[in-house]
C-alpha cells in the first residue's frame, strides 16, 4: 500500500493565516487518521516578500495548535532540504531536462510585447494569455536578445487540444481545456522557480501522496499535473477544501475577526477551542458532537465527510467553543491564562506577590463561568476593583431602599468583622445565618447584599465575590451604595 504522505506548504510572507491554519490542520487529520506523515514545507521562493520572522511565526502558531509536522525545515528529513530557496539545484537539473526535450523553452519577450500580445487575445474575444512566439526561436535569435542585455524566463509548452481532469476527492472531477491557458512561465528571469513548478517538483519528489489545499489553487491544479505529466511523475490525490467566508458570505478578511493565528492566542483563546473550531470550519462528523478534542476528530476525520460548499467563518461560535473550553478547564489553567491580562491592565503586580496569587486564583474561579475568552476578564473587573460604583437602576436602587436593608447590611457587617480572614467557603453560611437571625428568605438577603457590594443584580457568586474584595474596600462601597440610595446606615 501506498505510504500516506501530505504536506502543509506555507509561503513565509506574513503571519500564519486562520486559513493556512485550516489546511494544515485537514492535512495533519489525515496523516494522522491514516497513520501517515506530515511534512512541513516553505515555500519561500517570492524572496521580496518572504521572510524569515514570518516562517518563525508560522511555526510557532502550528505549535500552539498542536499540529506537529514529521519532517520540515526544523525537523529534516529523507527528502529535505524543506525550504524552497534551498533547492534550486534540484529546480535547475529538472528545468534543464524539460529545455532538452523541448518541453520547455527560452522566452525573451518584455512586458510591453506580453500585454500587446494579450491585448490582441482579447480584442478577438479570446483569453489573454501567451502566444508563443518564442517556441521555436533560432539560436541566432536567442543571441540577439542576449546580446541586447534581454534575460529570459523559461516557458512551459503547453500540449494542444488536451482535456485535464482532476480527480479531486472533495470536487469530484474537474476538467479543463488546455487551449486556454498558454504557455507558462516556470522560471523567471532571475532564476527562481513559480510557485506552479516548484510546488510540483517538490510535491513529486517528497513523494506526496495526497495534495489537501485550499480551493483557491483548484485552477492552479491543471498547469501542475501538465507539468506532473512532462517529468514523468505520478500524480498525488488532489483534494481542495472550500473557502472560507465572512459570516456575510463575503471573503473571509479582518472585518470579520482576527486572521491571525497569533491574534487568537493573544486574545485569550485557547489552542484546543481553535483547533475544534477550524476542523468544523468544512468537515463535519457524522453525528451532533460539536465539543472534540483534537484526538476525538482525528479518530473521525475523513476526507468524505469534507463540504464543496463554503464554510462560514462564525466568530460568535468560536467564542461559544471557547466558553466551554474555558469552563472545562482547571482553576489553576484559567488563573494562568487570565494572569498576563490582569497584569497588561496593570491590577496585579509583574512580580506576583503570594497574596495577588491568591487574588487572582479566587479572581479565576469567580469568573470562569462568565468568561468566553482569557482576555474579557478586564472587562468584568471593574465589579471586583475600585471604590466607585454606581447602582446600576432603579429596580437595584429600590432593593436597597427596602426597609429590611439597614438590618440586613448591619448583621452582615458585625458578621464579617468577625471573620479573621475571608475565605469562600465561610461565606456561604454567614449568609445562612443572617437569613435565620432575621427570619428573611435568601434572596432578601443575598440581592442586597450584592447591590451594595457591586451596584449590580448579576455577577460572579457572593462568596468569591467577597473575598475578593477585602473588608476594606467592602465597607468603602456599603456607604457609597448606601449614600446612593438615600439610606442612613449606622
Ligand atoms: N505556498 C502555497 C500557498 O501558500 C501553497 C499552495 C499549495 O498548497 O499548493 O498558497
Not at 511565526?57 to 505549535?63: A, G, K, Q
Not at 507558462?184 to 510540483?200: F, H, Q
Not at 465527510?305 to 467553543?321: E, N, T
Amino acid at each position: 500500500m501506498q505510504e500516506i504522505r501530505v504536506r502543509f506548504a506555507p509561503s513565509p510572507t506574513g503571519p500564519l493565516h486562520i486559513g493556512g491554519a485550516r489546511s494544515a490542520l485537514f492535512n495533519y487529520l489525515f496523516a494522522k487518521a491514516n497513520g501517515g506523515k506530515l511534512i512541513l514545507r516553505v515555500e519561500d521562493t517570492d524572496i521580496e516578500r518572504s521572510s524569515k520572522e514570518s516562517e518563525e511565526n508560522i511555526m510557532e502558531s502550528l505549535r500552539w495548535l498542536g499540529i506537529d509536522w514529521d519532517e520540515g525545515p526544523d525537523k529534516g528529513g529523507p527528502y529535505g532540504p524543506y525550504r524552497q530557496t534551498e533547492r534550486l539545484s534540484i529546480y535547475h537539473g529538472l528545468t534543464n531536462k524539460l529545455l532538452s526535450e523541448g518541453k520547455a523553452y527560452y522566452c525573451y519577450c518584455t512586458e510591453e510585447e506580453l500585454e500587446a500580445q494579450r491585448q490582441a487575445f482579447s480584442e478577438k474575444g479570446e483569453l489573454p494569455r501567451y502566444n508563443g512566439q518564442c517556441y521555436n526561436l533560432t539560436s541566432q535569435e536567442k543571441e540577439t536578445y542576449e546580446s541586447k542585455g534581454r534575460k529570459p524566463v523559461v516557458r512551459f509548452h503547453v500540449p494542444v487540444n488536451k482535456e485535464i481532469v482532476i480527480n479531486d476527492l472533495v470536487r469530484g472531477d474537474v476538467v479543463f481545456e488546455s487551449d486556454g491557458i498558454g504557455d507558462y512561465v516556470i522560471v523567471k528571469s532571475d532564476g527562481l522557480p513559480t510557485y506552479n513548478y516548484a510546488v510540483v517538483v517538490d510535491d513529486a519528489l517528497m513523494r506526496i501522496s495526497h495534495v489537501i489545499r485550499a480551493e483557491e489553487h483548484l485552477s492552479n491544479t491543471p498547469r501542475q499535473i501538465l507539468l506532473y505529466e512532462a517529468l514523468g511523475f505520478s500524480l498525488p490525490y488532489f483534494a481542495h477544501i472550500s473557502l472560507i467566508l465572512g459570516k456575510d458570505r463575503s471573503k473571509m478578511s479582518k472585518r470579520h475577526g482576527a486572521t491571525s493565528v497569533v491574534q487568537y492566542s493573544e486574545l485569550g483563546y485557547l489552542p484546543e477551542a481553535v483547533v475544534n473550531f477550524l476542523a468544523l470550519l468544512g468537515w463535519s462528523p457524522g453525528g451532533e458532537e460539536e465539543i472534540m478534542s483534537i484526538k476525538r476528530i482525528t479518530e473521525q476525520f475523513s476526507l468524505d465527510r469534507v463540504a464543496k460548499s463554503p464554510a462560514v467563518f462564525d466568530m460568535d461560535k468560536l467564542r461559544w467553543i471557547n466558553g466551554i473550553y474555558i469552563r472545562q478547564s482547571s482553576k489553576e489553567k484559567v488563573a494562568e491564562m487570565i494572569l498576563p491580562f490582569l497584569m497588561k491592565a496593570g491590577l496585579v503586580s509583574d512580580n506576583l506577590s503570594s497574596q495577588e496569587k491568591k487574588w487572582v486564583e479566587l479572581i479565576s474561579v469567580a469568573l470562569q463561568e462568565h468568561l468566553a475568552t482569557a482576555s474579557e476578564i478586564v472587562e468584568h473587573m471593574d465589579i471586583l476593583v475600585g471604590e466607585d460604583i454606581i447602582i446600576e437602576s432603579q429596580e437595584a436602587m429600590a432593593i436597597l431602599q427596602d426597609d429590611t436593608f439597614p438590618s440586613v447590611i448591619q448583621l452582615f457587617k458585625e458578621k464579617l468583622a468577625a471573620l479573621r480572614v475571608l475565605n469562600p467557603e465561610d461565606i456561604k453560611p454567614l449568609l445562612k445565618e443572617i437569613t435565620k437571625e432575621l427570619k428573611l428568605g435568601g434572596k432578601q438577603v443575598y440581592m442586597p447584599i450584592r447591590i451594595s457590594l457591586t451596584g449590580r443584580m448579576h455577577g460572579p457568586e457572593l462568596n468569591y465575590i467577597i473575598p475578593i474584595l477585602g473588608k476594606e474596600l467592602i465597607k468603602i462601597r456599603i456607604e457609597s451604595t448606601a449614600k446612593q440610595a438615600g439610606i442612613n446606615i449606622v
